[in-house]
């Protein structure tokens, strides 16, 4: 935690900025096929924007127009800056299946992967990729064993809930010393992907209410820097720290931040 800020006030991750072409649509699957719930006494920027939340992070859907682009994004985590948002569910199998009959586009069928959670990926209506998790996972080098084990006793309801950010970075000491070090988001552990050619590594920051899953790899990423992509970009595009005063940032690898929590 930054030392010039008490534990009370220590910053979060609290609010994630999301554009969609369509303000409607974009409630319509959020609320009825991902259970999230509109905050209708919530303050609201200018503009057609929602908050909606499931849990303690709040999604802001703001609405950009028929002309909203991907900003660059690609489907792929060797390009950097935001990748997907992860949601937590007792059973992902039956969750897919139930998406798929509503016609979504899944992006990949549940698979058990590296850190004993099966995982599965899909699209919101403006092609954000989401990601369900089932399972808590099992770090291979652990940071904090009070936050592991506080994560592991949780408990997936029958709705999704949601459980994290994850971003691509170029340089992780740069990552670590803008999250954790200015921040106080602590390391909770780190799972490698032994023999991928990238060298892929996932590290876990406790981020407040949420979890900050880091991409890194001993290769090159390709850049992707959303602070200049303009106001038209659909998907995650700004995440919200809940923290005193109020300041636009920019994190490695060109994430927009902005520090002043729930407007």
Not at 184 to 192: K, T
Request: charged share 20%; aromatic share 6%; proline share 8%.
């Amino acid at each position: 935690m930054p030392a010039d800020l008490p534990e009370s006030l220590s910053p979060g991750l609290r609010r994630i900025e999301i554009g969609c072409r369509d303000l409607d649509r974009s409630l319509d699957f959020y609320q009825r096929l991902l259970g999230f719930q509109l905050l209708p006494d919530a303050p609201r920027p200018a503009g057609r924007s929602r908050l909606l939340s499931h849990g303690t992070v709040v999604l802001e859907l703001v609405e950009v127009g028929a002309d909203g682009n991907q900003g660059g994004w690609v489907n792929d985590d060797l390009q950097g800056g935001i990748r997907h948002l992860g949601m937590k569910v007792a059973g992902v199998d039956r969750q897919i299946k139930r998406l798929e009959d509503a016609g979504v586009t899944v992006l990949s069928q549940p698979l058990d992967v590296l850190g004993d959670v099966r995982i599965a990926f899909f699209l919101d209506p403006d092609g954000a990729r989401l990601e369900f998790i089932q399972g808590n996972l099992g770090y291979q080098q652990i940071s904090s064993p009070e936050l592991a084990a506080a994560e592991a006793a949780q408990v997936a309801g029958d709705e999704p809930r949601f459980d994290h950010v994850a971003v691509t970075v170029a340089d992780l000491p740069a990552a670590l010393g803008f999250w954790r070090d200015r921040f106080g988001f602590e390391v909770i552990g780190e799972i490698r992907h032994h023999g991928d050619p990238g060298g892929f590594l996932m590290t876990y920051l406790q981020a407040g209410p949420a979890v900050l899953e880091v991409f890194s790899f001993d290769v090159p990423i390709v850049p992707n820097d959303l602070s200049t992509s303009g106001p038209a970009v659909l998907g995650p595009r700004r995440l919200v720290l809940d923290a005193p005063g109020e300041q636009q940032l920019i994190a490695p690898d060109g994430v927009p931040v902005t520090i002043g929590g729930l407007r």
